[in-house]
């Protein structure tokens, strides 16, 4: 999921984007652990993400987001920050998707944008969407209900850890269980027999979803 952060070549700044100089992202990189150590000690004393101190801390990391992504707050460009990050520092520093859910309820009280979610293990993510590698990262991102559309491949190089499917399965029952209102979903796999079972999982999930609404 990671991948090791070399300032050497990082993506290119949209246009009209100031890309960070090496002394701002230096110190983005220096603050950034102290900040997710302050959010985690919030969330494992049980604050609410609602709560000023945890508001003001989700406020201060976009603000470092803001410069380690030329000026663009987003919640994708944040994500992808996070990918940037090398393995070691990440498990150090707690970022899994327990943190993601809880500082993205904190987000969503900052009207943080809504985000389109791709999770594939191989192919380019697209302009404007996020990349997760793996199922309970996706479901992560689901559980804070900022995703707009999800688009999903089935084969991750690793079907023990999870598949595409794995994801449907979540959304099928917390649709059905909890009220939960999925995104729009696709399905990008080039697998025909699980692509075709994954779009047969999206219709019962749409039709529940239309049932439920006509009920």
Known sequence: ?????????????????EAPDDA?????????????????????????????????LAERWM??????????????LWLRAMHQQPAEGAAKHGVDPRLFRYIGRAMAHLGVDTMKVYLD?????????VPVRWPEEAISLLEG??????????????????????VLL??????????????????HSANSSARLKMEQAIERIERFVRERGNG
Do not use: N
């Not at 603050?31 to 969330?43: D, G, L, N, S």
């Not at 603000?63 to 994708?76: A, I, N, R, W, Y």
């Not at 293990?121 to 969407?129: I, L, Q």
């Open 145 to 166: 209900g900022q995703v707009a559309e999800l688009s999903l491949d089935h084969d991750l190089g690793d079907d023990e850890h999870g598949t595409g499917y794995d």
């Open 170 to 187: 979540w959304v099928e029952e917390a649709v059905a269980t909890r009220g939960f209102v999925p995104p729009r979903m696709r399905v």
């Open 121 to 129: 293990d191989e192919r380019p993510t697209p302009e404007g969407w």
């Open 1 to 17: 999921m990671f991948e090791k952060h070399d300032s050497s070549s990082r993506t290119p700044c949209e246009p009209g984007r």
């Open 24 to 56: 701002s992202l230096h110190e983005v990189l220096a603050e950034w652990p102290q900040v997710i150590a302050r959010v985690r000690a919030e969330m494992d004393r049980g604050t609410d993400p609602v709560h000023e101190a945890v508001r003001s």
């Open 63 to 76: 603000e470092l987001v803001s410069v380690f992504t030329g000026g663009d707050p987003g919640m994708d």
